[in-house]
């Protein structure tokens, strides 16, 4: 019988620790889906956050490393300047990398490093248990913001839009894993992504609007329709610099 | 054959780090250590190397963390306020066990303080600096030619104990041109083989390098691990240089550009027939505790020199035990001590 489905190679074969609905188990498939195929398993070397993917490298069948928060993609800088025929990529959360990461996201964008960013954007901190995010709604109810966000806490940040216009920046691109279009989409954005590092051209980040069911509040099921209805028209999906073709 | 040539102490160690094999540098520009982040920029591409102008000191060290668990000799620099937001960096460094040199050209504090010269971030680079349980191995130069072999010293040290080595000079000392002969390399570098460093999952199991460890008692045992290191550093690295120690009624204890003037007054004092002697700590991390210790029993007292308001006099005090009196005489914001000065404070004390 022909095997039509099994676990990527670069993935290892152990449960997760994510809660059930969370959005980082379906971006890790994506992300072990896209290795797998682009042949780059044994040349990839990945930098895991501080947040709830801090242990995404108990997780890939790949060379890993951590970083102190929000300094990823400044890690991914030494490594690639070092290393500068191997695969870096950076999986970072909204408060890693638009908060306290925000310098070095910025700067590593700007010096157009050869490295990709997995960027998942759940409007909410995970890890420490729901405080607001750089991303959280306006009106969001979180851990820090018990009457909802109000623009004195700021507002949502864009930080794709704000690496626009660096020109190091190759291709970016805001995706959601809300439904199985989306999903696919996802994993499109990912490959290109990867494909522009691996061309040498420069800075590729790819931002995934990911669900946190625990602490939005919601079902698994409506945590992906609020995706839709609330974060999306705030964080418009789609190419926002570069192009998806050839991916 | 090396050549004797007229250099400043920052520029003496981007060379003697680039002889030591460093291939990765990245810094940010602060007094007074700019001639130091310069001449990496000119000095890196020459040699294949990278120099990067990081955007933070916090950034500078991750990028450092980078390197070096892609395989690279890697380092960074500063002075004393951008060496506070490196302690990040340097907890990561020795949590992770990754080896790096790190140079902390001290200035005048607390705060933004000043440029001059100054000997006051002791306490933070001998008691591990930044968060957790952990040492770094730390060099106190005290001339540019002792600078230029401590480089070497520092990046093999680092490699042998995957551990962060600190290099702790001044304002002084970075600024200072003296002659030097850099030793050249030659040939390949006697590089330990890194069996443990990133480099993509090649035909081998896939390797992690962190220092998060969630189950219970493993961060203990971790730490264990780190401190038998420690261990071994203080039986087999402590370096110090002593003077007249043998017959002296006074014993004074100084390092890096202190013990330079200490040594001065330590002449001036001679002449007069007092018998005075000098101990000098070379690494201060480990701290030469021994030697101090040895002769508190057998001297009237010991005087410790410190362009600060009072650090190493502490580990001193440790050492002694309370066996002899220990006395201080230092300068702090800057302020420099004059041989003079600590001529007249040993004739007080006798």
Redesign the interface.
Known sequence: MKKVFSLPESMKDVWTHYCPGCGHGVIHRLLGEVIDELGIREKTIGVAPVGCAVIAYDYFNIDMTEAAHGRTPAVATGIKRILPERVVFTYQGDGDLAAIGTSEIIHAANRGERITVIFVNNAVYGMTGGQMAPTTMLGQVTATTPGGRDSSAGYPLKVSELLAILPGTVFLCRTAISNPANIRKTKLAIKKAFQVQLENKGFSLVEILSPCPSYWRLSPKEAKEWIEEKMIPNFPLGVIKGNLKDA | MSEKVLMCGNEVVGEAAIQAGC??Y?GYPITPQNELTAYMARRMPEEGG?F?Q???E???I???????????R?MTSSSSPGISLKQ??IS?LAG?ELPAVIVNMMRGGPGLGNIAPAQSDYFQATKGGGHGDYNLIVFGPANVQELAELMGAAFDLADRYRNPVLILGDGILGQMMEPVKIKKRVGKLACPEKDWI??????RS???????I?KEGELEKHNRHLQDKFRVMKEKEILYEEEGIDDAEIILVAYGTSARIAKAALNQVKSEGIRAGIIRPITLWPFPEKVIADVSSRINCFLVIEMSAGQMVEDVRLAVSGKCPVHFYGRTGGGVPTAEEISRKIRELL
């Open positions: 291939r990765f990245a990278v990067i990081a955007e933070s916090l950034a500078a991750s990028m450092v963390f980078g390197a070096s668990l892609a395989g690279a890697a990040e960096g990561y992770n990133l480099t993509g999952a090649k035909g896939p390797r992690i390098i962190r220092s998060l969630l």
